[in-house]
């Protein structure tokens, strides 16, 4: 993991105050989250305080501090999504999972966050499940998705 | 590959005359696919048909051709509009019109190939042959430019869109793409690149309506070095993506536009701040982009014009209020993305303290439109007040959606019954709503008004930024400002109190309109309605005192409602009622005696244990302790269960 974040390190100069959102998006996007080691390297490498950075990144809703669940879902609760019942397929997640938007299970398996529109209005409310859509779900459909995907990891 | 490119520069790119040697356009023509030896499918691929499935139906049709041996080109093409349709196919037999089919998943796709390319044509999911000259016609085979859904559109900038292949710059420059951008940097300077944008009558399409070629000029008047030009492909409201469509098909006209405006303002950088999880977008313009600077369209003294433009891809990290450009500013700076206050504007002082002007995707699409036709073709589309089109992303309860454009002037009648084909399902309409998460609703009454910026303002709505959303009966109006403000207030940016603070109170007491009440004693009805009243002040608060857009705009959904639907307010006030049964603490369920066959698959799923009964007897409801979840009446198999 400190090998990935050395290595994006390497490729940005030092002291570029404006590469910040970009390099905390290719740890994220690389390492899976932001942990605390990134950030202090990340503050002696900019010359900024590591405060300041966790101010920013926690300003911004992509930044992840702990790593996302094996299966990570994101939910469209766009208007159109809303409108079609993304309501309760979000409530039915929750207690399914037990977990806010944001958050990741306590095993480690599942992490959800919600997108604010995916762009298939016609077809909502739309899931997407680790690349692979979901389209037209209900909320009475959630435990059986969740019961098919815990058998997955499992296996 | 390097041959063609040459050729491409030396004999398209930097001829002068606009009309070229037919031996090139014969070139062209192929390269067009105008001219075809063998069959072309082309497969739309932008977001909505992957969402809708199009990754497998190629999967399919590539392994339909192998197995058959057939030799064909595949090709993947933008998003020509029409959501429900799919993942839309193309198929292009040599020498014929196009025949387009909707809705052809994977599983349809062998039966579809087998009857094409035997001239069988399937009239089902077929829906209809689009052509230009030199091709032979089908015969009792509508064209799709009547179908209700094209035939009521002008399509000026999504004229490419779904047409080629987004990642082939050769097949733009076919397309007689980039040779404005070289003329422009070649011929005029760039006041009088200003001066025929200013002529054309542009105005922003992102809400506002300032005249771009105007902004262009203070940017360029401004003296100084290092300016910078923004494309605000930020798009962030909940139903909008115009623009996210826009660059998954056409990334190389915007290309071209944000080129030409950069040379007009004198900016020899450039960014595209893309919204974060636009993944295909940005994968495109990044590709599209990296193709430019390798024809050396981008890059140091471009073909010697001593121009020099650097395009850079930003993306987003997950903020709503980074739309507002001083935000954006912000944010591409390292920083917290926070409004300021204006003046000064950005066209003084931008990105690091220099001039930069903002742009948002449409608008920088129309710009090489403008320069190839000029300002009076420009002008002569729409009204005196609003040239050109308008693209919108039609959403919500429509019977089709997806992303159309228009003539301004065209009134929204027009695209509620026309193009998107009314109401969903047979339902009443109830609203249109412009502008996304600000935005007001227009009722039934006010659809003879014009898509332009005027007439809009004069019935207190705005363009927006594209969003364009019909609800239906089916939609609780209380339900859905609650909605908005809930965005709203998650996406606040916490600089300014009245914004923080104000919606956060006004979720807080829609919530309570919504919600059933701890206790049902006669003070609560009182209080709830002295809340609602206070929510009237708390918005004129915001509007007056918030310090951008956001939090000005943000109580907008809500007053409009109150003015247009406040009988559902009252109703959900004081008789605790829901007339769309959409706000689940206060729907109440029955169980008819007559059908309940005493299942008890509803006592089961009951997560409050509410229902009580003897197997093979009716059951019935406790109504103190029924939540309304609805549960019992989704799982009932005898439509015995209804709201009361």
């Known amino acids: 993991m400190e090998s990935v974040i050395d290595e994006i390190f390497g490729r940005y100069k030092q002291g570029r105050k404006e590469d910040l959102i970009p390099i905390l998006q290719e740890i994220q996007e690389k390492a899976g989250h932001i942990s605390e080691y990134s950030i202090v390297r990340l503050g002696s490498l900019l010359g900024i305080s590591t405060t300041k950075i966790y101010g920013l990144a926690t300003f911004y809703d992509q930044f992840r501090f702990f790593p996302a669940g094996k299966v990570h879902l994101r939910v469209c609760h766009g208007t159109s999504c809303f409108m079609n019942g993304s309501g309760p397929v979000l409530a039915s997640l929750k207690e399914e999972l037990g977990i806010e938007p944001g958050q990741t299970t306590r095993d480690g398996r599942f992490s959800y966050e919600v997108v604010t529109c995916m762009g298939s209005c016609s077809i909502g409310p739309v899931i997407e499940v680790n690349g692979e859509y979901h389209t037209g779900v209900k909320s009475d459909q959630i435990p059986a998705m969740i019961k098919r995907l815990k058998h997955l990891i499992d296996n | ?644």
């Open chain 2, 1 to 644: 590959m390097e041959a063609r490119r040459k050729y491409l520069i030396d004999k398209v790119l930097l001829t002068a005359s606009d009309v070229l040697p037919s031996e090139v356009e014969r070139e062209l023509q192929l390269i067009r696919r105008e001219r075809v030896s063998i069959p072309v499918i082309y497969i739309s691929s932008g977001t909505s048909s992957l969402i809708a499935g199009a990754g497998k139906t190629e999967a399919a049709v590539r392994a339909y051709l192998t197995e058959m041996e057939t030799t064909s080109d595949v090709v993947g093409t933008g998003c020509s509009g029409p959501a429900n349709f799919e993942p839309l196919v193309c198929i292009q037999l040599p020498g014929k019109n196009k025949l387009v089919f909707r809705n052809i998943t994977e599983e349809k796709v062998d039966a579809l190939l087998n009857a094409v390319f035997h001239n069988d044509i399937p009239d089902e999911d077929l829906v209809g042959q689009s052509g230009s000259k030199g091709f032979e016609t089908w015969h009792g085979i509508p064209f799709i430019d009547d179908h209700p859904y094209f035939a009521l559109q002008k399509r000026v900038i999504l004229s490419n869109c779904g047409c080629y292949d987004p990642s082939s710059i050769e097949e733009y420059i076919a397309r007689g793409g980039y040779r404005t951008f070289v003329k422009s940097i070649r011929h005029y300077t760039p006041d009088e690149v200003c001066e025929i944008i200013e002529k054309s009558g542009l105005r922003g399409r992102s809400g506002g309506g300032f005249l771009t070629g105007l902004k262009w000029k203070y940017a360029l008047n401004t003296s100084g070095s290092g300016k910078y030009l923004i494309c605000n492909a930020k798009e962030s409201d909940p139903g909008g993506y115009t623009d996210r469509t826009i660059m998954e098909s056409d990334p190389h006209r915007l290309i071209e536009g944000i080129s030409i405006a950069a040379y007009a303002t004198g900016a020899s950088t450039a960014f595209i701040y893309i919204r974060s999880g636009s993944d295909k977008a940005t994968e495109t313009v990044r590709r599209a982009v990296s193709q430019a600077r390798d024809l050396g369209l981008l890059g140091h003294n471009i073909y010697s014009s001593g121009f020099n433009l650097e395009i850079h891809i930003a993306i987003d990290a997950g903020a709503f209020v980074c739309g507002e450009e001083t935000a954006l500013i912000r944010s591409l700076e390292g920083r917290r993305g926070m409004p300021e206050l204006k003046p000064p504007y950005p066209t003084t002082s931008g990105l690091f303290g220099k001039p930069t002007v903002i742009n948002n995707v449409e608008t920088l699409m129309n710009v090489p439109l403008i320069m190839k036709n000029g300002p009076e073709w420009f002008g002569s589309m729409g009204t005196e007040g609003s040239s050109g089109t308008k693209v919108f992303a039609l959403a919500g309860r429509s019977r089709f959606t997806g992303i159309v454009e228009v003539e301004m002037g065209t009134p929204l009648k027009t695209i509620v019954e026309g193009i998107a084909g009314g109401v969903r399902d047979g339902k009443e309409f109830k609203a249109l709503q412009l502008g996304g998460s600000t935005g007001t609703f227009i009722t039934a009454g006010y659809l003879g008004t014009g898509v332009c910026f005027d007439e809009l303002r004069e019935i207190g709505s705005g363009l927006g930024a594209g969003s364009f959303i019909i609800i239906d009966e089916t939609t609780c109006m209380v339900d859905l400002v609650r909605y908005y403000m809930d965005f709203m207030h998650r996406e606040s940016c916490g600089k300014c109190i009245p914004c923080r603070e104000g919606t956060g109170r006004m979720l807080e007491i829609l919530d309570h309109v919504v919600k059933r009440p701890a206790s049902d004693d006669a003070g609560t009805t009182l209080e709830r309605f002295k809340g609602v009243m206070q929510l009237e002040t708390i918005a004129s608060v915001m509007k007056d005192t918030s310090l951008c857009g956001l939090g000005q705009n943000a109580p907008n959904p809500f007053l409009s409602a109150m003015n247009s639907f406040r009988e559902e307010f009252e109703e959900h006030i004081f008789d605790r009622k829901c007339r769309s049964n959409v706000c689940r603490g206060l729907r109440t369920f029955t169980i008819d005696v007559e059908k309940c066959t005493g299942c008890t698959a509803c006592a089961s799923k009951c997560p409050v244990n509410a229902i009580y009964g003897t197997r093979l007897q009716p059951f019935f409801i406790v109504e103190d302790k029924c939540i309304g979840c609805g549960a019992c009446h989704d799982v009932c198999k005898f439509s015995a269960i209804s709201v009361k």
